[in-house]
């Protein structure tokens, strides 16, 4: 079975520029997550999607936003790009339907970006 | 404010023994946690997890123990090998009512081991 997948591994943007990221979950799941990670901040939670629906968002700007698709397929796109958005992004999904804690969460290799 | 963190950020051990990397929470309520492994240029490995209502759990080569009392919980890595060379991640589940996936992690600890 695959697992999470994430397009594409290594970007170079400018800044002001926008990025779209690509992920696609395990086969079945349909809860996926997004995370940045960042030497200084660590990882940090950005949103959940489920049932194309967000149910839950970190503390970022509104310049970071996502989607999710009905194949459970989810994009995340942040716009006016910054210095301090360069980091390693990550997706994540799991299968529960259910909310809650106690969902395993697998993640992806995740997409490098850097902003110049 | 609320957070898991690690003791230590480093720890470095001889191939052949055993490893122990600890992280401490402060959300009483938390009630599932997880231990990732993280290799270079990688995304975050699930290595085990373990409910509030459980003080030990056992994987292949990997126990994590939970402390509710002093809100401490770590992970045990017995005859560490080279390949267990990696930064270990504590992450708490925040996730609540109808969303999932909202873990708070830890800063990390960066396990080398000595051949």
């Known amino acids: 079975k695959a697992g999470v997948t994430q397009t594409p591994r290594y970007l170079i943007k400018t800044r002001g520029q926008q990025v779209t990221l690509s992920c696609s979950p395990i086969?079945?799941?349909?809860?996926v997550s997004w995370y940045q990670q960042t030497p200084g901040q660590g990882l940090q939670f950005l949103f959940e999607?489920?049932?194309?629906?967000?149910?839950n968002k970190g503390n970022f700007p509104g310049r970071f936003s996502g989607r999710q698709f009905s194949n459970s397929r989810s994009e995340m796109n942040v716009s006016t790009l910054e210095l301090g958005d360069s980091a390693l992004y990550l997706c994540?999904?799991?299968?529960?339907?259910?909310?809650?804690?106690?969902?395993?969460?697998?993640f992806g290799e995740g997409s490098w970006l850097t902003v110049v | 404010g609320e957070s898991v963190g690690l003791h230590l950020p480093t720890l470095s051990v001889q191939e052949g023994d055993n490893s122990i990397i600890n992280c401490a929470y402060s959300?009483?309520?938390?009630?599932?946690f997880i231990w990732y492994k993280q290799e270079s240029g990688k995304g975050p490995q699930f290595i085990i997890d373990?409910?509030?209502?459980?003080d030990k759990r056992q994987g292949q080569r990997v126990t994590v123990l939970l402390n509710k009392t002093v809100k401490h919980l770590s992970l045990q890595i017995a005859a560490t090998q080279p390949g267990d060379s990696a930064v270990y991640f504590c992450?708490?589940?925040?996730?609540?009512?109808?969303?999932?996936?909202?873990?708070?992690f830890g800063k990390g600890t960066k396990l080398s081991v000595k051949p």
């Open positions: 994540a999904s799991s299968l529960a339907q259910l909310g809650g804690s106690g969902n395993t969460i697998y």
């Open positions: 992450a708490e589940d925040r996730s609540y009512g109808g969303s999932q996936g909202n873990l708070i």
């Open positions: 999607y489920f049932s194309e629906t967000q149910r």
């Open positions: 086969s079945g799941h349909r809860s």
């Open positions: 959300n009483s309520a938390s009630d599932y």
């Open positions: 373990i409910r509030s209502n459980m």
